[in-house]
């Protein structure tokens, strides 16, 4: 096999840069769980644990990636196909206005299913079974509508129709290079990586679903996501890190916000 010194100097400076900041697979998903797991008082923590264990599960952060993870999953093909949508919503243009009946026809994208499934959670009289479910997406949904190219233009599908080329070699598009598991799978260091963020300070936790969707289209507008000449480099990494960063500790902050209030004993 011939050994292409470009391929494997591309893989060594991927290896080297924080890329998983930028990811919100596996990683980024697990990061947002457990910093919001670290903000809950014990009265909330004690109402997860009978919904986490219905999944098996004793962490926010072992089922983050549920949702997700339903499409490569034969026996969940119907729910995949179900909730697809819901990871997303797309916005109409550059003035990032979100607009319930043209941005969400039907209830169908992740402002209206983080909603529904909030009040799913903090509904006493349903069953444990479809609470532990309404978790599991919540948990996964209010980090992915933090990606700001979950929530971007319609036009390109947020980014899945804007091809670019990472240091001058591999083609990907925009939302994959924000969205890819790059590390997530096979690497733990997302442990670490919610420690460190867990000593910045706490974001607000302000706003609601439409809100948190605006703000990702302000960022795909204002933010320079878009690469010049759609080319990525390490500049454009090291650049974009401080946003994804701070996008998922705004997503723990607010997803925490919204488990207490869900879950609040005097409901
Ligand atoms: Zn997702």
């Not at 670290?38 to 997860?48: D, I, K, M, Y």
């Not at 969940?76 to 196909?81: D, F, I, P, Q």
């Not at 000449?229 to 916000?257: G, H, K, M, S």
Request: charged letters at 25%.
């Amino acid at each position: 096999m011939r050994i292409d010194a470009r391929r494997i100097a591309l893989a060594l400076l991927l290896a080297c840069l924080p890329l998983h900041a930028l990811a919100w697979g596996p990683t980024g998903h697990r990061i947002v769980a457990t910093l919001a797991e670290r903000e809950l008082p014990a009265t909330t923590r004690a109402a997860l644990r009978p919904l986490l264990a219905r999944s098996h599960a004793r962490a926010l952060a072992d089922v983050a990636t549920w949702a997700d993870d339903l499409r490569d999953d034969a026996r969940h093909r119907s729910l995949w196909r179900a909730t697809s949508k819901l990871h997303f919503v797309n916005f109409a243009d550059a003035t990032c206005r979100y607009d319930a009946r043209r941005d969400c026809a039907g209830g169908r994208c992740a402002v209206a299913a983080i909603d529904r499934y909030a009040s799913v959670l903090g509904d006493r009289g349903r069953g444990v079974d479809e609470r532990a479910e309404a978790l599991r997406m919540l948990v996964h949904l209010v980090a992915d509508v933090h990606q700001p190219l979950h929530a971007g233009y319609r036009h390109d599908s947020g980014g899945n129709r804007y091809q670019i080329r990472v240091d001058g070699n591999r083609g990907t598009n925009l939302h994959a290079l924000w969205d890819t598991p790059v590390l997530g799978d096979r690497h733990e260091g997302w442990r670490a990586r919610a420690a460190d963020l867990a000593h910045t300070p706490l974001p607000a936790a302000d706003g609601g679903a439409a809100n948190w969707a605006e703000e990702s289209c302000r960022a795909t507008r204002d933010a320079g996501i878009y690469p010049s000449r759609r080319r990525v480099d390490a500049v454009y990494l090291a650049r974009a890190r401080p946003l994804a960063e701070r996008r998922l500790r705004q997503a723990a902050t607010r997803l925490a916000a919204l488990l207490n209030h869900a879950l609040a004993p005097h409901r």
